[in-house]
């Protein structure tokens, strides 16, 4: 694990790490490396594929580094989508040193590209698709904790309340508004794929806490809608 931690961390100190949002970033990678590994041991798998899942969990976001300093901006229609430059990257022998096996490397390689994908791309095997689920999982699970601060006053969009309650995704194209992402943040919940994701939601009462920051708006839906959601988290908690 040290060898792997000196790789990301060698890559990374070309960047400025006392910029706020580049050591946010470089924190947000730690934290979805040890969500992944925590799924990973959920499920049984063995070491070498634990550490598999801990480089593909750190390096996940390796191309946010470059998007942050070359557009400060983390939107992709202003600067590029990181999870193909991450791929890019990556390719191009970043983690050579740390994976030999070109089996290893491509689910690495395509972990990092569909971690932030609407949708998993299809035709990838059964390990591929099973690991790229565990990073799109650590992923979410970090962000739904971290993000979500409303600074402004918005109105709630009933269409964003609707979506919730047909436990859909929030496609991004709806969102205008720190109100509207702490909706998508929420919808999270519906892409989740193990057990351990779930459990993890309820232990920490994150949608609770979510949703409290929404209530002060006041909509007659919302203490419906959290109940729905607590039970749906529930209900998923034993999936695998």
């Known amino acids: 694990m040290k060898k792997i931690k000196a790789c990301f961390d ?25 969500y992944s590994i925590a799924i990973a041991a959920s499920l049984n798998m063995s070491k070498e594929d634990i550490r598999v899942v801990a480089i593909a969990g750190l390096f996940h976001d390796i191309a946010r580094f470059e ?21 890019k990257i990556l390719k191009e022998g970043l983690i050579d040193d740390l994976v030999r096996d070109q089996q290893s490397k491509k689910i690495i390689l395509l972990a990092v590209k569909n971690h932030n994908k609407y949708k998993v791309e299809d035709n ?11 990073i799109r999982d650590a992923d979410k699970i ?3 904790q971290t993000q979500g601060i409303i600074n402004k006053k918005h109105e709630i969009k009933d269409e964003l309340i609707e979506c919730l309650f047909r436990h859909e995704m929030i496609n991004n194209n709806l969102i205008e508004n720190d109100l509207d992402y702490l909706f998508r943040l929420v919808a999270f919940i519906f892409d989740l794929n193990f057990s351990y994701s779930y459990k993890y939601l309820l232990d920490k009462k994150i949608i609770e806490n979510k949703v409290s920051l929404i209530e002060k708006y006041g909509n007659k839906n919302l203490e ?17």
Not at 10 to 33: G, T
Not at 67 to 87: I, V
């Open 67 to 87: 998007q942050w300093k070359c557009f400060k901006t983390w939107q992709t229609k202003k600067s590029f989508d990181h999870g193909d430059r991450g791929y």
């Open 10 to 34: 060698k890559y990374v100190e070309q960047f400025n790490i006392s910029d706020k949002e580049i050591k946010e970033k470089y924190e947000h990678s730690y934290r979805v490396m040890d």
């Open 224 to 240: 419906l809608l959290k109940n729905d959601l607590i039970n749906y988290i529930k209900e998923r908690q034993y999936v695998r």
């Open 124 to 134: 990838l095997t059964e390990k591929q698709l099973l690991i790229s689920n565990i």
């Open 142 to 144: 970090d962000i739904i």
